[in-house]
């Protein structure tokens, strides 16, 4: 049995992915919707007060712009959970390394990403697959952090963790502190069994995030790097600064934001970032995308 968690700040999501979870679940639920379109308070907030007052013994923090395509996902997640009492957390995507570098959940490199989701664009964009799995074919894999978009769990593990409602106000870092913290008193999982739609404009990734993320990892510091691999690449972090310069190249990010984002890492002192620092500045503001596609036309 689930209890299905959604803060919603769009009826028509709210309405689509509750005909949705009806048709596909495949197991007893209980949705509980908090319609965020007045309020507007942290979706740490939101959650905790949904988690309070869930009925079942096992929770899924969904977004509500999702669409499941698999018939019976629930019972794959009461599956996993009931297969080993170790896994308290399940998500679709998440990674088995969180960086002291600033970053979102994932890194960029196949050895430590896992993934299994379908990002539509909902202005009319392309469709983007993400499947990162490793070559063993395993269903189920370990990792640390947990995308936000799908995160279920033990209601046991989310009394003893709590979605940081203290600390984090707004809308972006709960899913990779909530399941880091998860990850010291349990096993966090990405599946691959659950195949799923996100309707997203590609995410939020501007002065907000940037801000949260500076002070997430400045908070954090004494406890980052976090993984449960026995051996990482001498140079990951530096690999991951520029994985995450390259990714935020095309945001419209204020010019002190990225300064900052620069100097708190000291990202100057590494030459291997030069060419990355370069972009993070000047892609966006001298319209270099513009030209590359003008390029890709022709």
């Not at 899924?60 to 499941?68: A, G, P, S, T």
Request: hydrophobic share 35%; glycine share 6%; with cysteine.
């Amino acid at each position: 049995m689930l209890s299905v968690l959604i803060c919603s700040n769009d009826i028509f999501y709210q309405n689509q992915v509750r005909e949705n979870i009806k048709n596909t679940i495949g197991v007893p639920y209980e949705i509980l919707c908090f319609d965020n379109r007045l309020g507007k308070k942290g979706i740490c907030y939101v959650y905790n007060e949904l988690a309070s007052k869930a009925s079942f013994p096992h929770l899924c923090f969904v977004h509500e712009d999702v669409l499941f395509r698999t018939q019976g996902w629930g019972k794959h997640i009461l599956d996993s959970f009931a297969e080993d009492s170790n896994i308290g957390v399940i998500g679709v995507a998440g990674s088995k390394y969180k960086s002291k570098t600033f970053s979102g959940w994932y890194t960029g490199y196949r050895e430590f990403d896992c993934a299994n989701i379908l990002h539509l664009d909902r202005n009319g964009g392309a469709t983007q697959l993400i499947f990162l799995a490793n070559d063993s074919h395993d269903k189920i894999e370990e990792v640390v952090t947990i995308d936000g978009v799908f995160i279920s769990c033990r209601k046991e593990i989310w009394e003893q963790v709590r979605v940081d409602d203290d600390q984090l106000k707004g809308f972006h870092f709960y899913d990779i502190d909530f399941s880091l913290r998860a990850a010291q008193h349990c096993s966090v999982m990405v599946t691959y069994e659950i195949d799923m739609v996100h309707i997203t404009t590609g995410g939020d990734f501007g002065n907000n995030w940037v801000d949260t993320a500076i002070a997430y990892h400045q908070s954090n510091n004494d406890s980052l790097p976090y993984t449960k691999l026995r051996s990482v690449p001498h140079d990951i972090e530096i690999r991951i600064a520029n994985t995450w310069l390259d990714r935020l190249k095309t945001v419209k990010i204020s010019w002190a934001r990225k300064v900052k984002w620069i100097r708190q890492q000291k990202l100057y002192r590494h030459s291997k970032s030069y060419y990355s620092i370069l972009k993070f500045l000047l892609y966006k503001p001298l319209g270099l995308k513009y030209i590359h596609r003008l390029f890709k036309r022709k």
